[in-house]
């Protein structure tokens, strides 16, 4: 080799997102905890030498699939509350979107890593309190376009509240109709 070369490694045969987002679905269905480094290769079809050549550690690809997950998530939400609707309009259909996901027993990922790692973890403590605060951030910008509203940050703490609870009791139920019911009750409230 000359001087001026750099040796490259092989380049990756995978595709990075697709491998994340297997990841993303056995740490959802598992947990962090009870997810071992085989079901992450079983998962992802990686080696462990390519999966940790790619990600590091198990804890940094974690931290690595939260942050894609609140991405896509406050992506989802930004396009419902962003939309040329009116804002209570745009907060129902947000609503609706939640209670017709909750149901099915994962949880919200990002809820169920906050109570399972935290508090202890700083990393993905700042990752949860990232998703929490862009969260109501959104809310917020919607609650502060509708006129009777209450304060945006009472307002958006009030339905960030009720969508977790929305998750939790998700878990449990089959039919959306009542977290659709309350989603209906919560828009009620705010007007």
Same mark, same amino acid.
């Given at each position: %080799?000359?001087?001026?070369?750099?040796?490259?490694? @092989?380049?990756?045969?995978?595709?990075?997102?697709?491998?994340?987002?297997?990841?993303m679905?056995?740490?959802?269905?598992?947990?962090?905890?009870?997810?071992?480094?085989?079901?992450? %290769?079983?998962?992802?079809?990686?080696?462990?030498?390519?999966?940790?050549g790619?990600?590091?550690?198990?804890?940094?690809?974690?931290?690595?699939?939260?942050r894609?997950?609140?991405?896509?998530?406050?992506?989802? %939400?930004?396009?419902?509350? #962003?939309?040329?609707?009116?804002?209570?309009?745009?907060?129902?259909?947000?609503? @609706?979107?939640q209670?017709?996901?909750?149901?099915? #027993?994962?949880?919200?990922?990002?809820?169920?890593?906050?109570?399972?790692?935290?508090?202890?973890?700083?990393?993905?403590?700042?990752?949860?309190?990232?998703?929490?605060?862009?969260?109501?951030?959104?809310?917020?910008?919607?609650?502060?376009?509708?006129?009777?509203?209450?304060?945006?940050?009472?307002?958006?703490?009030?339905?960030?509240?009720?969508?977790?609870?929305?998750?939790?009791?998700? @878990?449990?139920?089959?039919?959306?109709?009542?977290?659709?019911?309350?989603?209906?009750?919560?828009? @009620?409230?705010?007007?």
């Open positions: %080799m000359t001087t001026g070369q750099v040796k490259v490694g @092989r380049p990756r045969e995978f595709d990075e997102g697709e491998a994340l987002d297997a990841a679905a056995v740490f959802w269905a598992k947990g962090y905890h009870a997810t071992s480094l085989a079901d992450l %290769m079983a998962a992802t079809g990686l080696a462990k030498a390519s999966l940790y790619a990600f590091g550690d198990k804890h940094s690809l974690f931290a690595t699939v939260l894609r997950y609140v991405d896509q998530r406050v992506a989802l %939400m930004a396009a419902d509350l #962003g939309s040329s609707r009116s804002p209570a309009k745009a907060l129902l259909s947000y609503l @609706r979107r209670a017709a996901e909750a149901v099915g #027993g994962r949880g919200c990922l990002s809820a169920n890593v906050a109570l399972e790692l935290l508090p202890g973890d700083d990393e993905i403590g700042e990752i949860v309190a990232r998703h929490q605060q862009l969260t109501r951030d959104l809310i917020a910008g919607a609650l502060d376009r509708m006129p009777k509203a209450p304060p945006s940050e009472v307002g958006a703490r009030f339905v960030f509240a009720v969508v977790e609870g929305m998750w939790q009791q998700g @878990r449990t139920l089959t039919d959306p109709a009542p977290l659709l019911a309350a989603a209906e009750l919560t828009l @009620r409230a705010l007007r």
